[in-house]
């Protein structure tokens, strides 16, 4: 047996700022420690433009190479020895900085920045941290709903007037709210929404005729998203970036939804056909829509969606950055116990589908 290499040191990168954390950087970094003698673990940041990070989820991601921070001196000290990394960004072609790295834990739900490093050619696994925002943006999600239908943004603006103009909203009890995919986030609406009395219907990617999931009174196929649409008083979408769910939120589907149905975007901004969306909200087809994400992020201030009527945007900020972290450093530590003992990931990405 070879004992050095049982006992050889699993580097472990934390490619985030410390600051990310507070308070219990030290500690949290310090529990990964405990899990084994053989882990340490190294802080040493790698961040890239926000602008960067949206071009390399899209095809031709590559033409961007040069718009890509030069690493340190120190990242690449840090690169040249970790087998394992946290990590939001990741240089390109990172298998010719970082030639002992294994596995890859995502900070977001969203991987496709980190794919196109070229882990998959290399055989580098990668998990996401899918489920360590939902309770915070199905909160939001559901929120969201909330103001619409309450109207609150109409009594804010009748405040600001000094004016006592009562408006009524519409009561949640009865009504039916879709649910596009049904991940951890919309899994986490779900159960809120039953509070509610919300009769709740969704799509899950692998659902078949006669499949049940909890708190759902309804599943349907992808296939049949147009038939759920249009009995949905309201809709809350989040689903990954892929070539299939691309522009899938589109004139048809906002067609397919009833007039004053409100629509809301948690999930990827690639998702919905904006120039559609716009359309259905000047014409009044849809009652309001909110949007958390968009296909161009930072949106440019001439973008039209700034204008659009009974639109709420918010800019990429449904998470709540206390918990998301306290849980996604519960999830690394629980996946670099599996990694230690060789047993499965949890969120691990399927490199051949993209998710």
Known sequence: MDTSAADAPIVVGVLVPPEWFGQDFERATASLEDLDRRVRVIAEPYLESHDLRSARGKPGARARRDDAPVLTDAQRGVFAQVDIVLALDLPFDITDVAPKLRWVQAVGAGTAQLQSAGLGPAGIRLTSAAGVNAVGIAEFALARVLQHWKRFRE???AQARHRWEPVYGRQLAGSTLGLVGLGEINSAVAARARAFDLRVLATRRSATRGAVAPNVDELF???DLTAMLGQCDAVIAAVPETPETTGMMNRDSFAAMPTGAFFCNVGRGSFVDEAALIEALRSGHLGGAALDVASEEPLPSEHPLWDAPNLF???????????????????????????LADEPLRNEVDLARGY
């Open 155 to 157: 009594f804010d603006e």
């Open 221 to 223: 196929a992808p296939s």
């Open 313 to 339: 945007l918010s800019p990429h900020a449904a998470a709540s950055p206390g918990a998301m972290f306290t849980n996604l450093i519960r999830l690394f530590r629980e996946n670099l116990g599996s990694f």
